[in-house]
Antibody
């Protein structure tokens, strides 16, 4: 059974940094693209970044490019999101998500419970 | 960036009625369109991927159709647990979500 567990969220001051982690269970982790999706309080869903199974392909939303870095460790079945230069606009619940299909990016069939990142002085 | 516009923003219906939700893309996304359901305080759940394929465990009352720029999610007969917010999402060019349609009683 697929299970995704995020950690690392919390309260951080503007300009600060935070590193999110997501531990994956129940599937062959290295076969799948993994992504981070965020949702600001009371708002809709916003893709943040994705990474291919081999880490060869990575891509970022314009709003975070240059500040956030996605990475993964297939030996530890984990994906990470390093977030720098945080601003109030980054305040959201951050979800770790798994793609539905091996080797492709498309639709997200498994979601973690999310970790809340609050950027405030 | 491909913009997805969902309509209506809110759909007020009764249990047993048919719900038709629309998602329009600013340019063609081929058939790379998915639908999600999100209830208050819960994580989004994948309903439909690649326009018309139901995800595992999704009841047959949910169906998707369309291609190119115009897509529809249909709930044939609303159950009480179907009242939620629904999002469409494309994967043709980067990833984007629509703004959501709230289905309420």
């Amino acid at each position: 059974q697929v299970h995704l567990v995020e950690s690392g969220g919390g309260l951080v001051k503007p300009g600060g940094s935070l590193r999110l982690s997501c531990a994956a269970f129940g599937f062959t982790f290295s076969d799948y693209y993994m992504s981070w999706i965020r949702q600001a309080p009371g708002k809709g869903l916003e893709p943040v970044a994705y990474i291919s199974g081999s880490s060869r392909y990575r891509s970022y939303a314009d709003s975070v490019r240059g500040r956030f870095t996605i990475s993964r460790d297939n030996a530890r079945n984990s994906v990470f999101l390093q977030m720098n230069s945080l601003s109030a606009d980054d305040t959201s619940v951050y979800y770790c998500v798994k793609d539905i299909a091996v080797g492709s990016l498309g639709a997200f069939d498994s979601w973690g419970q999310g970790t809340l990142v609050t950027v405030s002085s | 960036e491909i913009v997805l516009t969902q309509s209506p923003a809110t759909l007020s219906l009764f249990p047993g009625e048919r719900a038709t939700l629309s998602c329009r893309a600013s340019q063609s996304v081929s058939r790379y369109l998915a639908w999600y359901q999100q209830k208050p305080g819960q994580v989004p759940r994948l309903l439909i991927y690649d326009t018309s394929n139901r995800a595992t465990g999704i009841p047959a009352r949910f169906s998707g159709s369309g291609s190119g720029t115009d897509f529809t999610l249909t709930i044939s007969s609303l159950e009480p647990e179907d009242f939620a917010v629904y999002y469409c999402q494309q994967r043709s060019n980067w990833l984007t979500f629509g703004g959501g349609t709230k289905v309420e009683i």
